[in-house]
């Protein structure tokens, strides 16, 4: 009878129902590495066994959060990490309005990976913005669909994590002097040519990059390099 209550916890001092944060983003820290563990079984070992049950959990964990997130798994793991850490409170609100979005792009991605395994590009893109939010919930504690909420909910969000809500001005620790922002850009820069070398510089050198380029390529082009691959190895056969 208790399996719906309000949603979120009743926390003196606040406002609003709240949830904990620091067990959201251990959690979100679990999934990315669930998701980047699929990915690299399917380009590497072009197998998606792992994906399937992988994604299945994703979905039905997603599914838990925006009906009762006492009970979702993922979560009550991430709280056994960190259960001797002091709470760090956020709106409910908010919260079930990006888990709301997350089982949205859940329910595609079951499908299409799990029921009716039709993997492409765009299905793969998916996959990709799925990890780029978990990973940024948890390495920076930035809930991107927390920020949606905003754009379309007339009332406005409240207790976010690190207080992004609520207007305040930085201290000097949170600020950048000259120098410090030249060597910040620089790394950025630095990060983005390394990323740009690494899927064109470096060519079919790694197992990685050739399986990333097969993927996004058409069914014409892939026919082109098989007949390609097959015409050397006729020639370099010896009668």
Same mark, same amino acid.
């Given at each position: 009878m208790g399996f719906l209550p /309000?949603?979120? /916890? $009743?926390?003196?001092?606040?406002d609003v129902r709240v949830l904990n944060e620091r067990e959201a983003r251990a959690a979100a820290a679990l999934l990315f590495v669930g998701a980047f563990i699929g990915l690299t079984n399917g380009v590497m070992l072009q197998t998606a066994v792992f994906s399937?049950?992988? @994604?299945?959990f994703f979905t039905l964990d997603f599914l838990i959060r925006i009906v009762n997130p006492r009970y979702a798994p993922s979560l009550m793991v991430g709280r056994f990490f960190v259960q001797n850490q002091t709470p760090e409170y956020v709106g409910a609100t908010q919260k079930r309005f990006a888990w709301g979005l997350g089982f949205i792009i859940?329910?595609?991605?079951?499908?299409?990976?799990? @029921?009716?395994?039709e993997p492409n590009p765009l299905k793969v893109l998916v996959c990709l913005i799925c990890m780029f939010l978990l990973f940024f919930e948890a390495a920076f504690s930035i809930c991107?669909?927390? $920020?949606?909420?905003?754009?379309?909910? $007339?009332e406005k969000a409240t207790h976010c994590p690190g207080g992004v809500c609520e207007f305040r001005v930085k201290e000097d620790v949170q600020k950048f002097n000259p120098l410090q922002k @030249? @060597?910040?850009i620089v790394t950025v820069v630095g990060a983005l040519y390394g990323t740009y070398a690494y899927f064109t510089e470096l060519k079919d050198r790694t197992i990685f990059v050739k399986k990333m380029k097969e993927l996004f390529m058409s069914d014409k082009a892939l026919e082109q390099m098989q007949y390609e691959k097959d015409l050397e190895e006729f020639d370099n056969e010896d009668f």
């Open positions: /309000e949603y979120g /916890e $009743k926390v003196a001092g606040y399937k049950y992988f @994604i299945t859940a329910v595609p991605m079951f499908y299409y990976l799990v @029921i009716s395994f991107i669909g927390c $920020k949606l909420f905003n754009l379309f909910m $007339k @030249i @060597i910040l």
